[in-house]
């Protein structure tokens, strides 16, 4: 398997765009990406996204993604992993690379949420489960969520889970593609309603559409790129769907293993891990993405947080764009928007956000309930 390196990335600003389609958010993308990578062709594509079928009436998004592009010969798919399907799209063209087959990979991911109403969303999202064990008694992604929550104030306590979105919010302060760019305070976020008790608004990523693509590279094409490069190595695993059907519902397994797997393929140990992306898409996912990953004692990713160790400036930069929270959430796209920024960090173009241990960082993508866990690291060539 040969190296792969991340040439050239583009992303759309995070927000309601009433007046775009799916189709323009991901070529937007897609252009910015080759226009960064000083390429204008690659031998696939790879189109990740969660839920066109839903609320576009659209499945056939590789093929769209290639005509509009204007690559209609080259072989393009959309890949499918729920809120991780960016990540497996990366997955895919990640190896296609390191396999040799291709010397350069489009890899895309969008979603246009604000096409469907809320209920609709929370619907779309529930099909990362068993719907007819987990949506037949009305149990969402929220509510799933809630029911971790309860069980870790119970058993650690949870006064300091809430400090997740405040560092987020901190770290997208004026970051011109967050869909939140704003502080967020403690208090404000503590006496937001209740969504599902204990979890409350403030503690969740909100809905919104956007784009986001990278372009990979094998060796081959690296050596004559003028772009600043990075190196990538990406890892997934699974667990059990449902997570009161695992061993520990408090322990995503599937993360702990990617991580694993994709430390040992980069040859790094964790203390060599500068920044990580964490998936938050609430505030009890955030702290059980740490804890599993093993950057964090069972029972103490929220004293980090409320201690400062994850932020900008901290011992371990954590969402250092603003992760789902604040950055965005558009679920295909979420994975990589998180590399994107990985990249910009290892390549010192992350301006105002860059941070001083940014040799190689962590990103974690996670589909359902920890049910997919997709590891990457993009470090410094």
């Known amino acids: 398997m040969g190296k792969v390196f991340i040439a050239g990335v583009g992303f759309t600003k995070i927000a309601e765009h009433w007046d775009r389609s799916l189709d323009s958010l991901l070529v937007e993308a897609s252009l910015k990406a080759f226009d960064n990578a000083g390429l204008s062709e690659?031998?696939?594509?790879?189109?990740?996204n969660a839920l066109a079928e839903a609320l576009q009436d659209q499945m056939h998004l590789g093929a769209a993604v290639a005509e509009d592009l204007g690559l209609a010969r080259v072989?393009?798919?959309?890949?499918?992993?729920?809120?991780a399907s960016g990540a497996a799209a990366l997955y895919a063209g990640f190896n296609e690379v390191a396999s040799g087959r291709a010397d350069a990979v489009l890899v895309v991911g969008g979603e246009k949420l604000s096409d469907?109403?809320?209920?609709?969303?929370?619907?779309?999202?529930?099909?990362g489960g068993r719907p007819y064990?987990?949506?037949?008694?009305?149990?969402d992604f929220y509510s799933l969520n809630a029911l971790l929550y309860r069980i870790y104030c119970e058993r650690y306590g949870c006064d300091n889970l809430a400090s997740f979105p405040v560092m987020s919010h901190a770290h997208a302060e004026g970051v011109a593609h967050a869909q939140y760019p704003f502080k967020l305070s403690l208090e404000k976020v503590l006496s937001s309603p209740f969504i599902a008790e204990p979890l409350r608004r403030l503690e969740v990523s909100g809905i919104g559409d956007g784009a986001a693509a990278v372009i990979l590279v094998g060796e081959r094409l690296a050596g004559k790129l003028k772009s600043p490069l990075s190196q990538l190595q990406v890892a997934s695993a699974t667990d059990r769907l449902n997570p009161f059907d695992r061993e520990s519902p408090l322990r995503f397994q599937s993360v702990g293993l990617a991580v694993s797997l994709v430390l040992r393929d980069a040859r790094l140990s964790r203390n060599e891990i500068g920044f990580i992306e964490l998936y938050d898409a609430t505030s009890i996912m955030a702290a059980l993405c740490l804890e599993s990953s093993g950057f964090a004692d069972p029972g103490k990713a929220g004293e980090l947080a409320a201690r400062g160790e994850l932020d900008l400036g901290g011992s371990l930069p954590c969402n250092t764009f603003g992760?789902?929270?604040?950055?965005?959430?558009?679920?295909?796209?979420t994975a990589l928007y998180q590399i994107a920024e990985a990249h910009l960090q290892v390549t010192d173009q992350a301006g105002r956000n860059q941070v001083d241990s940014a040799g190689a960082g962590l990103a974690i993508a996670i589909g359902g309930v920890g049910a997919t866990a997709f590891a990457s690291i993009v470090k410094r060539v």
């Open 75 to 83: 072989p393009a798919f959309r890949v499918e992993a729920a809120e």
């Open 42 to 48: 690659v031998d696939s594509i790879y189109v990740g």
């Open 116 to 127: 469907g109403l809320p209920e609709e969303v929370s619907s779309g999202l529930m099909m």
């Open 133 to 139: 064990y987990e949506s037949f008694i009305g149990a």
């Open 323 to 333: 992760g789902l929270k604040a950055r965005g959430h558009p679920l295909g796209a």
